[in-house]
C-alpha cells in the first residue's frame, strides 16, 4: 500500500478541524518521494491499509486536539535507508505536550493524565493504543518523544519497506483500477454524528459520482428514509442518540414491509473480530474500521450496490 495515499487521505478527515482552529499545517514528504524518478516502491509498505490508516487519524487527531489555537501540525514521511529500509511517519505538534512520569504509560489503554492542563480534553488512551497494536501488526514500531508539559509532542511510526520490484506493475495497475472505480447513480445515506467524518465522506462520495444525504443521528436518518430510499446505507455503530443497531433494524423492517433492499456498511472505530461478528449479524453487509482506507469503502459500495441489483 501507498503510505503517501494513507496519510493524505488522514489529513483530509481532520482537515477541517486544522482550519477551524486555524492550526499552521505543514506536511513534508522525503525528496526521493517527490522526485518523479523515484521508484513507486520506495512508499510501499506490506499491510493492511484500513488498519494503517486508522493509526494515522488516531496521531493527528490528538495531534489537532490537544495543540491550541494558532499552534503547529507537521507530518513528516522520510525513507531510512540506514536503518534496513524502513519508512518512518513523524506527527508532531506544539500542543500541551506530555508529562515526563505519563510518556513511559502514553500508550496504555484508557490511560490518562490528570493535570490541569490535560483536564479539559478526554484522555487519548484507547487510540494510541489501538495505534500501537495496528502497528506493531506491520512489523513497525511506534515511539513518543516529548520535552514536557507545554512542549509539545512527537509520535514516530517505523514500517518495514517493500524492496520486491516486481511488484512494480500490478501496483501501478491496482492504483489506476482504484481511480476508476465510479459511483455515479448511487445514493447514498451517511449517518455519522462526527462532523469531521461526514464531511469527508459526503466530499470524498460525491467527487466519484454519488449522491449523498449525510445526517448526525438515528432520528434523522429514520427521518430520511421516511421520505426517501437510498441506495445504500453508511451507519456509524456508535451514534449519540441511539446505537447503529437500533437504525439497522428499523432497516431491516422496513425491507420486509416494502419489499426493498437497503445494503448496509458499519462503519465503528473498534476494530475487533466480536465487533465485526455482531454487525454482521444484526444485519450489516460490511463492516469497515475507521478512519476507513477510500478504496476499501469505495470497493465495498460499488459491490454492494452491484449485488442488490442482481448482476453479481
Same mark, same amino acid.
Request: glycine content about 6%.
Given at each position: 500500500?501507498?503510505?503517501?495515499?494513507? #496519510? +493524505?487521505? =488522514?489529513?483530509?478527515?481532520?482537515?477541517? *478541524?486544522? $482550519?477551524?482552529?486555524?492550526?499552521? %499545517?505543514? !506536511?513534508?514528504?522525503?525528496?526521493?518521494?517527490?522526485?518523479?524518478?523515484?521508484?513507486?516502491?520506495?512508499?510501499?509498505?506490506?499491510?493492511?491499509?484500513?488498519?494503517?490508516?486508522?493509526?494515522?487519524?488516531?496521531?493527528?487527531?490528538?495531534?489537532?486536539?490537544?495543540?491550541?489555537?494558532?499552534?503547529?501540525?507537521?507530518?513528516?514521511?522520510?525513507?531510512?535507508?540506514?536503518?534496513?529500509?524502513?519508512?518512518? #511517519? +513523524?506527527? =508532531?505538534?506544539?500542543?500541551?505536550?506530555? *508529562?515526563? $512520569?505519563?510518556?513511559?504509560?502514553? %500508550?496504555? !489503554?484508557?490511560?490518562?493524565?490528570?493535570?490541569?492542563?490535560?483536564?479539559?480534553?478526554?484522555?487519548?488512551?484507547?487510540?494510541?493504543?489501538?495505534?500501537?497494536?495496528?502497528?506493531?501488526?506491520?512489523?513497525?514500531?511506534?515511539?513518543?518523544?516529548?520535552?514536557?508539559?507545554?512542549?509539545?509532542?512527537?509520535?514516530?511510526?517505523?514500517?518495514?519497506?517493500?524492496?520486491?520490484?516486481?511488484?512494480?506493475?500490478?501496483?501501478?495497475?491496482?492504483?489506476?483500477?482504484?481511480?476508476?472505480?465510479?459511483?455515479?447513480?448511487?445514493?447514498?445515506?451517511?449517518?455519522?454524528?462526527?462532523?469531521?467524518?461526514?464531511?469527508?465522506?459526503?466530499?470524498?462520495?460525491?467527487?466519484?459520482?454519488?449522491?449523498?444525504?449525510?445526517?448526525?443521528?438515528?432520528?434523522?436518518?429514520?427521518?430520511?428514509?421516511?421520505?426517501?430510499?437510498?441506495?445504500?446505507?453508511?451507519?456509524?455503530?456508535?451514534?449519540?442518540?441511539?446505537?447503529?443497531?437500533?437504525?439497522?433494524?428499523?432497516?431491516?423492517?422496513?425491507?420486509?414491509?416494502?419489499?426493498?433492499?437497503?445494503?448496509?456498511?458499519?462503519?465503528?472505530?473498534?476494530?475487533?473480530?466480536?465487533?465485526?461478528?455482531?454487525?454482521?449479524?444484526?444485519?450489516?453487509?460490511?463492516?469497515?474500521?475507521?478512519?476507513?482506507?477510500?478504496?476499501?469503502?469505495?470497493?465495498?459500495?460499488?459491490?454492494?450496490?452491484?449485488?442488490?441489483?442482481?448482476?453479481?
Amino acid at each position: 500500500m501507498n503510505l503517501v495515499d494513507i #496519510i +493524505t487521505a =488522514a489529513v483530509d478527515v481532520v482537515r477541517p *478541524r486544522i $482550519d477551524a482552529k486555524q492550526l499552521r %499545517f505543514e !506536511l513534508l514528504l522525503d525528496t526521493a518521494i517527490q522526485s518523479p524518478k523515484s521508484e513507486v516502491l520506495n512508499i510501499l509498505v506490506w499491510g493492511d491499509a484500513e488498519r494503517l490508516q486508522q493509526v494515522m487519524w488516531n496521531l493527528l487527531s490528538n495531534a489537532v486536539k490537544f495543540t491550541p489555537e494558532g499552534g503547529q501540525v507537521t507530518v513528516q514521511l522520510e525513507r531510512r535507508e540506514q536503518e534496513a529500509s524502513l519508512a518512518q #511517519i +513523524t506527527v =508532531a505538534d506544539t500542543g500541551i505536550g506530555i *508529562r515526563a $512520569d505519563f510518556l513511559p504509560y502514553v %500508550f496504555d !489503554l484508557f490511560r490518562q493524565a490528570d493535570s490541569t492542563s490535560t483536564r479539559s480534553y478526554k484522555g487519548l488512551g484507547l487510540g494510541l493504543e489501538i495505534a500501537r497494536y495496528f502497528v506493531e501488526q506491520h512489523d513497525g514500531i511506534i515511539e513518543a518523544e516529548s520535552p514536557g508539559e507545554g512542549q509539545g509532542a512527537t509520535f514516530i511510526v517505523q514500517l518495514p519497506l517493500i524492496q520486491n520490484r516486481d511488484l512494480r506493475a500490478s501496483s501501478s495497475q491496482l492504483t489506476q483500477d482504484q481511480r476508476e472505480v465510479d459511483l455515479t447513480g448511487i445514493l447514498i445515506l451517511v449517518v455519522d454524528d462526527d462532523a469531521d467524518v461526514r464531511s469527508w465522506l459526503n466530499t470524498m462520495l460525491q467527487s466519484r459520482g454519488a449522491e449523498v444525504i449525510a445526517v448526525d443521528s438515528v432520528a434523522a436518518a429514520i427521518h430520511t428514509l421516511e421520505h426517501s430510499t437510498p441506495n445504500l446505507l453508511i451507519n456509524d455503530i456508535a451514534l449519540a442518540d441511539a446505537d447503529g443497531y437500533v437504525l439497522i433494524g428499523y432497516i431491516k423492517e422496513l425491507e420486509t414491509r416494502n419489499g426493498i433492499q437497503i445494503p448496509a456498511i458499519a462503519l465503528t472505530a473498534y476494530a475487533t473480530e466480536e465487533a465485526q461478528e455482531a454487525a454482521i449479524a444484526a444485519g450489516f453487509a460490511r463492516y469497515l474500521a475507521k478512519p476507513v482506507a477510500t478504496i476499501a469503502l469505495i470497493t465495498a459500495i460499488a459491490s454492494l450496490h452491484t449485488e442488490s441489483k442482481g448482476i453479481a
